[in-house]
């Protein structure tokens, strides 16, 4: 995975031509049953709304955020970092840079599901100011609840 327009860890917004990249990303960070495929970034990123954040560390494709908006408020669909770089800094990196241009798009609240057993994804949307807004039941394939957590987007000043 090279020729990327990135250099260090360097955050892009990609459209469909990436959709093999996120699938690569998302099949390295998501058990099996929970994995989507190239076909399904493409359809998504055909979508109004729907974009994405590509984060690379020296070229290397390394992680993504894919999030949709609507009027003035945004769901983060899926957010995938490679195992080998978790916990460095990249899924911190990827909300900070998606939190800036929700803002500039004047979006006010953010919303997102994460898997009650997903404690390291809990913990990083905690630490971006996410709060707990409910609870899905049973909402993965493996029967596990989805936390709905949601933060508001403070407009720049």
Known sequence: ??????????????????????????????????????EVFENLLRSSGVSALLACHDEMPVGFVLVRSVLDEAEILTLAVDPAFQRRGVGRALLGKLFHVLREQEIIRVFLEVSVRNEAARA????????????????????????????????TL
């Not at 360097?10 to 190239?38: C, D, Q």
């Not at 409910?134 to 609840?145: A, F, N, T, V």
Request: aromatic residues 10%.
């Open 124 to 155: 990083l949307y905690v630490a971006a100011g996410l709060v707990t807004m409910g609870l899905r039941r049973r909402y993965y394939p493996d029967g596990s609840d989805a936390e709905v957590m949601a933060a508001e987007i403070t407009p």
């Open 1 to 38: 995975m090279t020729d990327f327009p990135c250099e260090r860890l360097s955050i892009t917004e990609v459209g469909e031509a990436f959709s093999s990249v996120l699938e690569v990303l998302h099949e390295r960070a998501f058990p099996v049953k929970e994995r989507w495929n190239a």
